[in-house]
């Protein structure tokens, strides 16, 4: 690619190419995932009898695939130089007498390491690691613009005004190396099959040329339309609008060729992909793009049509329904130092999946205690997490009354990951990061509490009401079988469920993201990608922007200081408009 400054790139409107699916399928992800997988079956049943986690000699945990390569007993894309793998092949490994290894198993094991594996480093998905894979020459703005135009016009042009593009190239600039890029590429896939009302999965797809940190996404695949796009690109503080800039003709090029029936140009078509993650998943978009109401009961009929949760729960405890209501209740809570009780409603009619709330407390006192008050107990607030049509999750957060909240009062609930909010439960993000498998399998311990107690509890009507709410068998069942679903999405939008941080720590790939994007200090160079200039560049203008001396030496600035930095940065470097006031004003 040719920057537009190098090139003199005129911006020629854009003309249409052969037509091309505007989507992608699973990327090769989905292969390699597989393919690991079952690398570590296959070392395991051969060779983990002698080299487990004792071994032989200086050879121990052989499906640890990572130290294979570390200690050279693999060879990153290269079976051929493997020694693990060459033993395997000529018979060596495992020993006489015992069976060789199939072929079939053998095809695999030469799969991974020829397609899949990577050189230690470049393997984490961990995006708070310090980078290590700088390229040997960053991606100009004008490079990645000409990369954009070149996608779309690989597609119909009666497509191109549903067509967005959303950034990580500042992270491949800045160093990040091909596992911590995929990781944003899982957020990514995963932030908007959260956020989508479509029966089918949307994917992603990586702009050529991009380094697999550019995507294109398609409006239609999330039931996104330009308006909600813009509202987004507006709320972003890293939004650019490059079209101002004579610099970049391909930009002007591009917002017009996205222009809609009423002719409007698309000034924002780009978004830095970090603080679209951030933004997305939190209130008050992630409330407006999933549409939650303002109410419980709304929102169970709206996405759920469930018409009476209260109804339907006191006619499975008088035993007038059967098998619409479960309950389960528990002493523990994960998110609270109180007891919890959990409800699911079945989903009528042709809508599938599920629709589970909780019931919070910010004490075990009186009518708060659900072993003494099993039916007539008094919640403070709740959670709610309910199927979407492409089998991903969403959710909700109540007060005591049912009334929709941003994020649940931390003397009832408490998120201990959400470091920047007093650790609160912040719907959308706490609930993505915390239900990481879907839906969390809890056992039920208030019937068998009950039934153990039954002189304490009168009339006879409540012990009946308990062993109607609470199923002494399938609760777990039930609960495993939502799970089993969510987790089912996942796999076929290739997105793993967790991401092992460099701590050992594992953490859903959108929170780790998120992670990554608040709690890493931004360095001279990371704040220069960011911006799309070079640290030298960028200490040019600390007369504009004092605050940018700050980062002299090896000093850094905390995300909530850039993001005020940001927009007069790229001003006073010429390189677009930040937050565009015609972009951003209705209308």
Not at 193 to 222: C, K, M, W
Not at 395 to 406: A, N, S, T
Request: aromatic fraction near 8%; glycine fraction near 8%.
């Amino acid at each position: 690619m040719t920057s537009a400054t190098e090139s003199g790139t005129t911006g020629d409107p854009v003309t249409p190419a052969n037509d091309a699916p505007t989507t992608g399928g699973p990327p090769e992800a989905v292969a390699c995932e597989s393919r690991r997988n079952q690398t570590q079956e296959i070392l395991q049943a051969h060779c983990g009898g002698c080299h487990g986690d004792q071994g032989k000699g200086d050879f121990s945990n052989v499906t640890d695939l990572e130290a294979l390569i570390a200690t050279g007993k693999i060879t990153p894309k290269a079976p051929a130089d493997s020694y693990l793998y060459q033993r395997i092949v000529k018979g060596e490994m495992p020993p006489a007498p015992n069976a060789p290894v199939p072929a079939d198993e053998q095809a695999v094991l030469e799969a991974w390491i020829g397609e899949c594996s990577t050189p230690i480093g470049q393997e984490s998905g961990d995006p708070q690691r310090p980078p290590e894979c700088a390229p040997e020459a960053p991606v100009t703005t004008g490079e990645w613009l000409n990369a954009i135009q070149a996608d779309l016009l690989t597609l119909d042009p009666n497509d191109w005004k549903f067509q967005r593009y959303v950034s990580f190239i500042e992270l491949y600039n800045f160093g990040y190396c091909p596992g911590q890029l995929t990781t944003y590429h899982h957020a990514l896939t995963k932030v908007l099959n959260s956020l989508s009302d479509q029966t089918e999965l949307g994917f992603p797809v990586a702009v050529a040329g991009s380094h697999d940190a550019i995507f294109r996404v398609d409006l239609r695949d999330y039931g996104w339309n330009a308006d909600l796009w813009d509202r987004i690109a507006c709320a972003n503080p890293y939004s650019i609008d490059y079209g101002v800039n004579e610099a970049y003709p391909v930009a002007a090029a591009i917002q017009d060729a996205l222009k809609n029936e009423k002719g409007t140009e698309v000034a924002l078509f780009v978004q830095p992909g970090r603080p679209f993650i951030n933004i997305v998943t939190r209130p008050p978009l992630y409330h407006d793009i999933l549409e939650i109401p303002e109410t419980l009961a709304q929102l169970a009929l709206i996405k759920s049509g469930i018409v009476d949760l209260a109804g339907n729960a006191l006619a499975e405890q008088n035993n007038e329904i059967e098998d619409i209501v479960h309950r389960a209740g528990f002493y523990v809570s994960g998110v609270s130092d109180s007891n919890r009780m959990i409800e699911r409603q079945r989903v009528p009619g042709e809508k599938a999946g599920y629709f589970w709330h909780s019931f919070d407390f910010g004490d075990n006192d009186g009518p708060r205690d659900i072993f003494a008050h099993p039916l007539d107990f008094q919640a403070d607030g709740g959670e709610v997490i309910f199927s979407l049509p492409n089998g991903f999750q969403g959710y909700m957060i109540v007060d005591g009354l049912g009334q929709r909240i941003e994020a649940a009062p931390t003397a009832v609930v408490k998120d201990p990951d959400n470091q920047e909010v007093a650790y609160a439960v912040v719907n959308g993000i706490s609930c993505i990061g915390c239900h990481s498998s879907g839906i969390i399998v809890k056992a039920d311990e208030i019937r068998a509490h009950v039934e153990s107690n039954m002189e304490d509890y009168t009339p006879q009507s409540i012990i009946v009401g308990v062993q109607n709410l609470h199923p002494e068998e399938n609760v777990i069942e039930i609960q495993q079988k939502d799970s089993n679903r969510f987790m089912g999405a996942l796999e076929a939008a290739a997105v793993p469920h967790v991401i092992e941080a460099g701590n050992g720590q594992l953490i859903e790939p959108i929170r780790i993201a998120d992670f990554a994007f608040l709690r890493v200090n931004l360095t001279k160079e990371l704040a220069a990608a960011e911006i799309g200039t070079s640290p030298e560049k960028l200490l040019s203008i600390e007369q504009t922007v004092p605050d940018i001396a700050l980062l002299y030496g090896s000093g850094t600035l905390t995300r909530e200081d850039f993001v005020d930095v940001f927009a007069p940065s790229v001003e006073a470097l010429q390189i677009g408009d930040a937050q565009p006031l015609a972009a951003c004003t209705p209308g």
